[in-house]
Every structure is written in structure tokens, then in C-alpha cells.
């Protein structure tokens, strides 16, 4: 997945994160689905907590297709491209993908 793509997800504060969260081993969102494997969790890509620390994030597939449906939803709604097509539209392309590689 493209990070672009994780970029266009609501972050948590990163501060906030537990150690098992921080590098991706539990869901970003829920804390759970501990262990993570490669398998069952959607890459969100490295991101930067407020000290610089490198932070490898990344979330089970049932809250990152809730999150990913709900900015589609949103994306959608304002983006005159994606009333049309979905397809001509990046974000919105974008977001359709992750929400079915989610139901995967």
C-alpha cells in the first residue's frame, strides 16, 4: 500500500501508542489483534512520533476497512470525479483499494 494511502487515514496520537503498537505489532487503532503477522495486518507505512522516533505502523484489516470506508465515504461526497467514476480520481481510487485488500 502505497503511504500516500495511510497518510489519507486518521492517526491516533502517536505519543499515545503502547510499545506493541509503536512497531506494528498491535492494531494501530484497537490496540489488539496481538500478534500482528504479515498475513492479517495492513502496512501504514513509518511515520514520526513528536521525538523522531521511527514508529512502524501498522492495523488489522477489520479497523482499516472501517477507517478507509468511512474516508471514502467522506472523500467521496466532496469529490465531484468520484460521483462519476471513482476511477478517475487518485484519493478516491486509492481508497476503494485499501478498503477491499482490507477484506481480503
Known sequence: MPTAVADLLPLPDLNGLT??????????????????????????GEHQDSDATTLFLRACKACTQRYALAELQDHSAKCEPC?????????????VRLVRDARR
Open 19 to 44: 510499545a506493541e503498537q509503536r512497531r506494528g505489532a498491535a492494531c494501530l487503532w484497537d490496540g489488539t489483534h496481538s500478534p500482528l503477522k504479515a498475513t492479517t495486518a495492513i502496512d501504514l
Open 83 to 95: 460521483v462519476i467514476d471513482h476511477t478517475q480520481c487518485p484519493t478516491g481510487l486509492a481508497l
